[in-house]
C-alpha cells in the first residue's frame, strides 16, 4: 500500500480527498499547517506528498523549499487555487514534480499521482542517522544518545530500532522482525522480540507504560512513529 502525505488546511478538502484516496488503496496521513506537514514530510517515509501552496504557519512554496534542503526526495505535487502560470514555474523550480490547480476533476489527480508513483525511485531510507525528539541515532558509528547523553543499547537492541526506523510508518510483524533482525526464519516463540521491545521502549521512550514511538497494533506487530 502507497503511503501518501497530504498538506491542506481545508477541512472539507481534506475529508474528500482523504476518504477518495483511501478508496483508491492509498494509505493517507494529513497535516493542516505548513510546519507540522514539513516535520512528518522530513521524518516519516511517504510515497507522495501532496502540497497546498495557501497554509497557515509556513506556505506551500516555503515548505518545499526546506524539504529539498534537507535532501528529502519524495515525490511533490503542488496543489492550489491560484492558476498563474509564475506560480506553477516557482513551484517547478523549487522541486515540485507536478502541479494541479483547484478546482480539479479528481480523475485528473488519481491519475497525476498514479503517474508520479510509477516512474518514482523506491523510498529511500536514512544512511547515516536519524532524530526523533531528543534522540539521536548514528547509524556509522551505532550510538544512540537521547537529550545528548549517550544510551547503553545492545547490539540487537540498536539493530532492532535501525530497522524500525528504516521502516517507519509500516506495520511490522514479529515474524517479520525475528526474521530481518535476529537472521532466521522461525524461533520457538515470537517473545523475544516483544521482550527487546519492550527493553528498547525503557531506553527511548519518554514513559514505557504509554509508549509514542513503538506502538503496538494488535494481532499484528508493531509501528514505529518516530
Do not use: C
Not at 505548513?34 to 504557519?57: H, I, Q
Not at 478546482?103 to 491519475?111: K, Q
Not at 544518545?145 to 547490539?155: H, I, R
Request: hydrophobic letters at 40%.
Amino acid at each position: 500500500m502507497k503511503r501518501l502525505l497530504l498538506i491542506e488546511d481545508e477541512p472539507g478538502l481534506v475529508l474528500t480527498l482523504r476518504d477518495r484516496l483511501t478508496r483508491e488503496g492509498y494509505a493517507v496521513e494529513t497535516s493542516t499547517d505548513g510546519e507540522s506537514g514539513l516535520e512528518r514530510a522530513s521524518r516519516e517515509v511517504f510515497d507522495l506528498v501532496l502540497l497546498d501552496v495557501m497554509l497557515p504557519r509556513m506556505n506551500g512554496f516555503d515548505v518545499l523549499r526546506e524539504l529539498r534542503k534537507r535532501g528529502t526526495e519524495t515525490p511533490v505535487i503542488m496543489v492550489t487555487a491560484k492558476g498563474q502560470v509564475v506560480d506553477k514555474v516557482v513551484g517547478l523550480k523549487l522541486g515540485a514534480d507536478d502541479y494541479v490547480t483547484k478546482p480539479f476533476e479528481m480523475v485528473e489527480l488519481l491519475a497525476r499521482i498514479e503517474a508520479k508513483l510509477r516512474r518514482a525511485p523506491a523510498v529511500s531510507h536514512p544512511s547515516e542517522g536519524y532524530q526523533f525528539d531528543d534522540v539521536r541515532v548514528d547509524f556509522r558509528r551505532a550510538e544512540v544518545t537521547k537529550d545528548g547523553a549517550p544510551l547503553e543499547l545492545s547490539a540487537r537492541e540498536f539493530q532492532l530500532l535501525k530497522y524500525f526506523i528504516e521502516h517507519r510508518g509500516a506495520t511490522l510483524t514479529r515474524e517479520e522482525l525475528l526474521n530481518e533482525v535476529w537472521g532466521y526464519n522461525s524461533m520457538p516463540s515470537t517473545r523475544t522480540v516483544d521482550v527487546h521491545v519492550a527493553w528498547l521502549r525503557q531506553k527511548i521512550e519518554p514513559n514505557s507504560r504509554h509508549p509514542q514511538y513503538i506502538l503496538t497494533i494488535h494481532g499484528m506487530g508493531y509501528k514505529f512513529a518516530g
